[in-house]
């Protein structure tokens, strides 16, 4: 797409200013135009498959999540409308609420009638765009619209107020609906009582910290800063509600803090949870901040940080060649898209465009770019509430996301493991396995096949450090009486693993596996003695490997079959070992770099201590490359580290 020139005095990390979130913006709208129903009510990108909701609720999805960052633009320029997006948006307004229906497909006698918002049905995500494109664009475009037309878009969006929602972030849409509908005077009792329900609802989610729980016990990811933080504080500051946004702002304030610190040097937002498809819409809670007052970042530091990452997807093939989003990450990546994704689905991205309504002379599009945290020093942040360490290294530019806490399991049951939560580790620049070993686990190897991690009890965390229990599982059941504590330690670009298997079948075998990297190069970790003893993996730029320090015997690179969302071909690497009495501890170090210059990953030390008598502890004193020590107390369900 055509941007204005790059300006590396205002914006030296980037070369992004206002002028090129405008310009994409614009290329953004104008690509689905052609798309548009004969009445604009309904915009029918073309796709693969369509969402299980149907083709006319993805083509919906197509008008209202392009409408709000239509509306962005708008009201960002005071009104001015030179591409007469207004004009179509409204005409949709009028053709889409004529007959809204049930049907699911797009029949040849209707191809502009809206879906009925039904209970967890996917209007209602969609009413909520709607909702909050006509609260800022209301002077110029529903202030405008004939009396009829209000009437059937007003009756249309209250069913939002009497359907039940999903119980987790979906709450909010009826609260956006709610809000809006009562500025204008529909159903006000039903509005405001929604919006009460909405915000009820989701504290009972709020951990603290500025973390939310999405509905499920340990379901946390961009969500909570495209959704569960987001909505609530646009909505407070269209309201010019004092009162909740000095409720809801200071947990956005909370969530800021971390969140600057899972973006990569080259803009990438963390590669963990679901709808990764939403991309750069994990920059609307930076842009939320900077709008409300309630963020720690410089304006300098906003910016830099939510520019980096709208370039990181046009620069890495997020958009087609017809100017479109695709479903998946940088290019089109099908095994990321969940089931009620369509091929409108990326455009929650949308909400990216927030900063926009920043005047052009505020801070946070006139002062120069701010280093982002990432590029500052080399940092391990506990972020507690879900149980991570955020692991990142300035030589680089990587963020690594430790995980003890997030598995999105519902409370019920336990279900297969789900790629995006359940790994041991996420980063900016690696995406899960889908066939073949999973990456970053440790795995019993039984009868029934590898085990899986279930559900994660988050154990206890420090300043560098983050422990968990789990609970194997094979076939879909626990392996009776067999528990595994993990311990992540970082430090610098390198991690240790540690885990504590008790209770297994004698001679049950054991693999651990590290980051898969895109590429096939793949040799023994530079340093590694004796030959073999460690695996390792390099794409020409990222380098993967794993040292065993106890416990392991062998090492291996494996080939990923169908590779990750970075590459079509990945490596990983692993080290296996036998559990000879079904209990033992088990110590590797782990490297995912793209720095040169590293010490040799076995310059790290473990020392292991004899196990106490009459318990299933463990002592172990680790020493890395820097001469840091760590003091380690490891026991089934127990763990305690001494610096």
């Given at each position: 797409?055509?941007?204005?020139?790059?300006?590396?005095?205002?914006?030296?990390?980037?070369?992004?200013?206002?002028?090129?979130?405008?310009?994409?913006?614009?290329?953004?709208?104008?690509?689905?135009?052609?798309?548009?129903?004969?009445?604009?009510?309904?915009?029918?990108?073309?796709?693969?498959?369509?969402?299980?909701?149907?083709?006319?609720?993805?083509?919906?999805?197509?008008?209202?999540?392009?409408?709000?960052?239509?509306?962005?633009?708008?009201?960002?320029?005071?009104?001015?409308?030179?591409?007469?997006?207004?004009?179509?948006?409204?005409?949709?307004?009028?053709?889409?609420?004529r007959r809204p229906t049930g049907e699911r497909d797009l029949a040849d006698g209707d191809r502009e009638s809206w879906p009925l918002i039904t209970d967890r049905g996917q209007a209602m995500v969609e009413s909520a765009s709607i909702a909050f494109a006509l609260r800022l664009t209301r002077p110029w475009l529903w202030d405008r619209l004939d009396g009829p037309v209000?009437?059937?878009?007003?009756?249309?969006?209250?069913?939002?107020?009497?359907?039940?929602?999903?119980?987790?972030?979906?709450?909010?849409?009826?609260?956006?609906?709610?809000?809006?509908?009562?500025?204008?005077?529909?159903?006000?009792?039903?509005?405001?009582?929604?919006?009460?329900?909405?915000?009820?609802?989701?504290?009972?989610?709020?951990?603290?910290?500025?973390?939310?729980?999405?509905?499920?016990?340990?379901a946390f990811d961009h969500y909570n800063g495209w959704a569960l933080h987001l909505y609530p504080v646009l909505h407070a500051h269209l309201a010019a509600d004092r009162a909740l946004l000095d409720a809801y702002g200071p947990r956005l304030a909370a969530h800021l803090a971390d969140h600057a610190h899972l973006f990569g040097a080259d803009g990438a937002p963390v590669h963990q949870g679901r709808s990764l498809t939403y991309r750069f819409a994990a920059t609307a809670p930076l842009w939320a901040g900077a709008l409300t007052g309630h963020t720690p970042l410089a304006p300098g530091t906003t910016r830099r940080l939510a520019s980096g990452a709208l370039r990181h997807f046009v620069d890495h093939g997020a958009f087609d060649d017809r100017g479109l989003l695709t479903l998946g990450w940088h290019g089109p990546e099908p095994r990321l898209v969940q089931p009620y994704s369509g091929p409108a689905s990326p455009y929650w991205a949308g909400s990216g465009f927030l900063g926009l309504l920043l005047p052009p002379e505020h801070p946070v599009w006139t002062h120069p770019e701010q280093p982002a945290p990432v590029e500052q020093r080399d940092t391990v942040r506990v972020i507690a509430k879900p149980g991570w360490l955020a692991q990142s290294t300035a030589a680089d530019g990587l963020v690594r996301l430790h995980n003890h806490g997030s598995d999105d399991q519902p409370a019920d049951r336990v279900g297969p493991d789900d790629p995006h939560y359940a790994r041991l580790a996420h980063s900016t620049a690696t995406g899960p396995t889908h066939r073949g070993p999973a990456d970053n686990h440790l795995a019993l190897l039984t009868g029934g096949g590898p085990t899986e991690r279930g559900r994660i009890r988050p154990l206890a965390c420090g300043p560098d450090w983050a422990a968990s229990l789990g609970r194997p599982r094979v076939g879909g059941r626990d392996l009776p009486g067999v528990t595994v504590t993990s311990l992540t330690l970082a430090h610098g670009a390198d991690e240790v693993r540690v885990h504590l298997v008790a209770g297994a079948e004698p001679g049950t075998a054991v693999r651990q596996s590290g980051w898969a990297v895109a590429g096939r190069s793949a040799g023994p970790a530079p340093g590694s003695t004796p030959p073999g003893a460690a695996g390792s993996a390099d794409d020409g730029r990222l380098t993967s490997a794993l040292h065993p320090l106890h416990g392991f015997t062998t090492a291996a690179v494996l080939a990923v079959p169908d590779g990750t969302a970075f590459g079509p071909e990945a490596a990983l690497p692993v080290l296996g070992g036998v559990l000879a009495d079904g209990s033992g501890l088990l110590v590797c170090a782990v490297r995912l770099t793209a720095a040169a210059g590293l010490p040799p990953l076995d310059a790290t030390r473990v020392r292991v201590g004899a196990a106490e008598p009459g318990a299933d502890t463990r002592r172990l004193d680790l020493t890395w490359p820097d001469g840091t020590t760590h003091r380690i107390r490891i026991g089934a369900g127990t763990v305690s580290v001494d610096s």
């Amino acid at each position: 797409m055509p941007l204005p020139p790059e300006d590396r005095r205002l914006s030296p990390r980037t070369g992004w200013t206002r002028a090129h979130w405008e310009a994409v913006a614009d290329d953004l709208l104008a690509a689905v135009r052609p798309h548009a129903s004969p009445g604009h009510a309904l915009i029918d990108l073309p796709g693969t498959r369509p969402s299980w909701s149907g083709r006319r609720s993805d083509a919906l999805e197509g008008y209202a999540r392009t409408f709000l960052p239509a509306a962005l633009r708008i009201a960002g320029a005071g009104g001015a409308d030179p591409h007469g997006l207004l004009e179509r948006y409204a005409a949709g307004l009028d053709s889409g609420t004529r007959r809204p229906t049930g049907e699911r497909d797009l029949a040849d006698g209707d191809r502009e009638s809206w879906p009925l918002i039904t209970d967890r049905g996917q209007a209602m995500v969609e009413s909520a765009s709607i909702a909050f494109a006509l609260r800022l664009t209301r002077p110029w475009l529903w202030d405008r619209l004939d009396g009829p037309v209000r009437d059937r878009v007003g009756r249309w969006l209250a069913d939002a107020l009497h359907r039940t929602p999903n119980d987790n972030n979906w709450w909010l849409f009826p609260l956006a609906v709610g809000g809006f509908l009562a500025e204008a005077g529909i159903e006000e009792p039903a509005a405001r009582a929604a919006v009460r329900r909405g915000l009820e609802r989701i504290d009972r989610f709020y951990l603290g910290e500025g973390w939310y729980t999405d509905g499920r016990p340990r379901a946390f990811d961009h969500y909570n800063g495209w959704a569960l933080h987001l909505y609530p504080v646009l909505h407070a500051h269209l309201a010019a509600d004092r009162a909740l946004l000095d409720a809801y702002g200071p947990r956005l304030a909370a969530h800021l803090a971390d969140h600057a610190h899972l973006f990569g040097a080259d803009g990438a937002p963390v590669h963990q949870g679901r709808s990764l498809t939403y991309r750069f819409a994990a920059t609307a809670p930076l842009w939320a901040g900077a709008l409300t007052g309630h963020t720690p970042l410089a304006p300098g530091t906003t910016r830099r940080l939510a520019s980096g990452a709208l370039r990181h997807f046009v620069d890495h093939g997020a958009f087609d060649d017809r100017g479109l989003l695709t479903l998946g990450w940088h290019g089109p990546e099908p095994r990321l898209v969940q089931p009620y994704s369509g091929p409108a689905s990326p455009y929650w991205a949308g909400s990216g465009f927030l900063g926009l309504l920043l005047p052009p002379e505020h801070p946070v599009w006139t002062h120069p770019e701010q280093p982002a945290p990432v590029e500052q020093r080399d940092t391990v942040r506990v972020i507690a509430k879900p149980g991570w360490l955020a692991q990142s290294t300035a030589a680089d530019g990587l963020v690594r996301l430790h995980n003890h806490g997030s598995d999105d399991q519902p409370a019920d049951r336990v279900g297969p493991d789900d790629p995006h939560y359940a790994r041991l580790a996420h980063s900016t620049a690696t995406g899960p396995t889908h066939r073949g070993p999973a990456d970053n686990h440790l795995a019993l190897l039984t009868g029934g096949g590898p085990t899986e991690r279930g559900r994660i009890r988050p154990l206890a965390c420090g300043p560098d450090w983050a422990a968990s229990l789990g609970r194997p599982r094979v076939g879909g059941r626990d392996l009776p009486g067999v528990t595994v504590t993990s311990l992540t330690l970082a430090h610098g670009a390198d991690e240790v693993r540690v885990h504590l298997v008790a209770g297994a079948e004698p001679g049950t075998a054991v693999r651990q596996s590290g980051w898969a990297v895109a590429g096939r190069s793949a040799g023994p970790a530079p340093g590694s003695t004796p030959p073999g003893a460690a695996g390792s993996a390099d794409d020409g730029r990222l380098t993967s490997a794993l040292h065993p320090l106890h416990g392991f015997t062998t090492a291996a690179v494996l080939a990923v079959p169908d590779g990750t969302a970075f590459g079509p071909e990945a490596a990983l690497p692993v080290l296996g070992g036998v559990l000879a009495d079904g209990s033992g501890l088990l110590v590797c170090a782990v490297r995912l770099t793209a720095a040169a210059g590293l010490p040799p990953l076995d310059a790290t030390r473990v020392r292991v201590g004899a196990a106490e008598p009459g318990a299933d502890t463990r002592r172990l004193d680790l020493t890395w490359p820097d001469g840091t020590t760590h003091r380690i107390r490891i026991g089934a369900g127990t763990v305690s580290v001494d610096s």
